[in-house]
T-cell receptor, first 115, second 115 residues
Framework: DADVTQTPRNRITKTGKRIMLECSQT?????MYWYRQDPGLGLRLIYY???????NKGEISDGYSVSRQAQAKFSLSLESAIPNQTALYFC??????????????FGPGTRLTVL | AQSVTQPDIHITVSEGASLELRCNYS??????LFWYVQSPGQGLQLLLK??????LVQGIKGFEAEFKRSQSSFNLRKPSVHWSDAAEYFC?????????????FGKGTKLSVIP
């Protein structure tokens, strides 16, 4: 079974709709992240969470919100989707212990299209 | 703040030829450095990482990378490319220190392999 899962894998929606992307992990990591990937721009950080009570904005948080429901679950919401939020979205996790410090483990991605 | 530059957007090599993908970083201290690979339609998979010690690191799939502090570089190499190596490659730099959390990604280099 995959360590980091994302649902849905693909989603097409219309402008103005509310969308939630979900991420679950079985790695037992405290830190979770949401990124978006656009062609030619690499990955950009949207939000990150160090634990259930700690949520932080990343580079491009405008238009997005998140919820850390449990250590293993981190959801990303688009309150009112717009076409320029069409992108590939990745969830990632990391652990601060030992030699894995800062190494991030990625989910398979959610491809979101906003019409 | 750290930054990463991958100068080559797209590289094409023949199968069996050697490969070098360039990565230059900017960070005020010793960085954590990573190379990830993203195959078409897939998430990101870690190829290798550098934290400290030997500056030549070995990764999966026959890849290696060399950390050169004087050049602020962490170039990825493979002596003989296989068709299955066609993918997009991302270099990333992470900050060190208590509370540090962020990986900064380059914009990626797309590798095409000619049979």
């Amino acid at each position: 079974d995959a360590d980091v899962t994302q649902t849905p894998r693909n989603r097409i929606t219309k402008t103005g709709k509310r969308i939630m992307l979900e991420c679950s992990q079985t790695k037992g990591h405290d830190r979770m992240y949401w990124y978006r990937q656009d062609p030619g721009l690499g990955l950009r950080l949207i939000y990150y969470s160090f634990d259930v009570k700690d949520i932080n904005k990343g580079e491009i948080s405008d238009g997005y919100s998140v919820s850390r429901q449990a250590q293993a679950k981190f959801s990303l919401s688009l309150e009112s989707a717009i076409p320029n939020q069409t992108a590939l979205y990745f969830c990632a996790t990391s652990d601060i212990s030992g030699t894995s410090y800062n190494e991030q483990f990625f989910g398979p991605g959610t491809r979101l299209t906003v019409l | 703040a750290q930054s990463v530059t991958q100068p080559d957007i797209h590289i094409t090599v023949s199968e069996g030829a050697s490969l070098e993908l360039r990565c230059n970083y900017s960070y005020g201290a010793t960085p954590y450095l990573f190379w990830y690979v993203q195959s078409p339609g897939q998430g990101l998979q870690l190829l290798l990482k550098y934290f400290s010690g030997d500056t030549l690191v070995q990764g999966i799939k026959g890849f290696e990378a060399e950390f050169k502090r004087s050049q602020s570089s962490f170039n990825l190499r493979k002596p003989s490319v296989h068709w299955s190596d066609a993918a997009e490659y991302f270099c990333a730099v992470g900050a060190i220190g208590a509370g540090s959390y962020q990986l900064t990604f380059g914009k990626g280099t797309k590798l095409s392999v000619i049979p």
